[in-house]
Nanobody, 116 residues
Framework: QVQVVESGGGLVQAGGSLRLSCAAS????????MGWFRQAPGETRRFVAA????????YYLDSVNGRFTISRDNAKSTVYLQMNNLKPEDTATYYC?????????WGQGTQVTVSS
């Protein structure tokens, strides 16, 4: 089982940037892929970005590709999501998890609000 704690969310104007962090504990962090997911009010949680165990491969939701960058520091058991050129439609609670997601590894999430 993996436990995660997300941080770094906040209120930002459209066009601004935020960097989310996810500190993980439990299983060997460097052995598995990690992902970021988000859930907007009234919507289901959906995939945003993922990174392989080594960090060599990354994957993105089409609407964030080119604006968001996922990275990881295996020595710190932390995964990051750098979000640039934020848009109001990026407003959501952001979660990290294993990728593919494990049902028992969801954290509390961190709120990102983008004002127009």
């Amino acid at each position: 089982q993996v436990q995660v704690v997300e941080s770094g969310g906040g209120l930002v104007q459209a066009g601004g940037s935020l960097r989310l962090s996810c500190a993980a504990s439990g299983r060997a962090f460097s052995s598995y892929g990690m992902g970021w997911f988000r859930q907007a009010p009234g919507e289901t949680r959906r995939f945003v970005a993922a990174i392989s165990a080594s960090g060599a491969s990354t994957y993105y939701l089409d609407s964030v590709n080119g604006r968001f960058t996922i990275s990881r520091d295996n020595a710190k058991s932390t995964v990051y999501l750098q979000m640039n050129n934020l848009k109001p439609e990026d407003t959501a609670t952001y979660y990290c998890n294993l990728h593919p997601a494990a049902q028992d590894s969801w954290g509390q999430g961190t709120q990102v609000t983008v004002s127009s």
